[in-house]
């Protein structure tokens, strides 16, 4: 586009911006978003959100407890999910693996992706019961759809010139990856799953509304139970922790990218 003519440029951005527009608005439209009855509803979610405060603090060591499990859930969950990504990503790098078994390994990862979590937690709730069990087995296959994404994009991101040098000297397929791929794979890769671990916190809250477990199931029962107050001490514990945790995994992760 920069070796067009200034006029061709223009008109290009200009077509860009009446597309852009002309989507947004079917969007738009396709929502039915009824502004009049958006200002109405107002006076409602005010009165509804009122009910909420003030939290009712002699729940906190239920929450606490719940979270730890929580925590719990989304550290072997992750922890699975990671181990289980690594050879799905391998196998569907494009630099380290053929055409065929990139495309399984791809379709495997959309159909993953695909699935959302409370259908996971459903079904291992069907499989295992309510409890812990079912959430961190689900947060293991949630986890795969998404790490081994973000692990084939950092193998595909190595350097192919100092593989090239490593096969010159007469380095096996081993020391290929121990010494070529590895250590530029495995800062970004231990980034994305301290991220990980971080966003399966909140998704194990989410499970526990299908009775996978966690603070998420004592929040569901809160407000089933129309005890919104104790409701809301749940989620304020549950906002400090994933803030704190948050706070110390972007150090993490910025210490690693350094690296």
Do not use: C, H
């Not at 295992?128 to 950092?154: D, E, N, P, R």
């Not at 301290?194 to 916190?201: D, K, R, T, V």
């Amino acid at each position: 586009m920069k070796n067009l003519p200034i006029f061709s440029q223009w008109v290009i951005y200009l077509l860009i911006f009446f597309i852009t527009i002309f989507i947004y608005t079917w969007a738009l439209q396709g929502i039915g978003v009824d502004t009049q009855v958006m200002q109405d509803s107002l006076t409602y979610v005010s009165k509804f959100l009122a009910d909420f405060f003030p939290p009712n603090w002699e729940v906190l060591d239920i929450a606490i407890k719940a979270l730890i499990e929580t925590m719990q859930m989304s550290l072997w969950g992750t922890t699975i999910g990671a181990i289980l990504s690594i050879p799905i990503a391998i196998a569907s790098a494009r630099n380290t693996a053929p055409i065929w078994l990139q495309w399984l390994a791809n379709f495997l990862q959309n159909a993953v992706r695909s699935v959302p979590s409370i259908i996971l937690g459903l079904i291992f709730v069907a499989a295992t019961g309510l409890g812990a069990a079912a959430g961190t087995l689900a947060l293991s296959i949630y986890t795969i759809g998404y790490l081994a994404k973000f692990y084939q994009q950092a193998i595909e991101a190595v350097d192919s010139r100092s593989l090239e040098s490593l096969q010159v000297i007469g380095a096996s397929k081993l020391q290929i990856a121990q010494y070529g791929i590895i250590p530029q794979v495995l800062p970004l890769s231990l980034g994305y799953t301290l991220w990980m671990f971080e966003y399966n916190i909140r998704a194990a809250s989410v499970l526990g509304v299908v009775g996978a477990g966690g603070i998420g199931f004592q929040l569901k029962s809160y407000i089933d139970g129309f005890e919104y107050t104790k409701a809301t001490t749940m989620m304020l514990v549950l906002l400090v922790v994933v803030t704190l945790i948050d706070t110390v995994s972007s150090q993490l992760r910025q210490r690693l990218e350094g690296m």
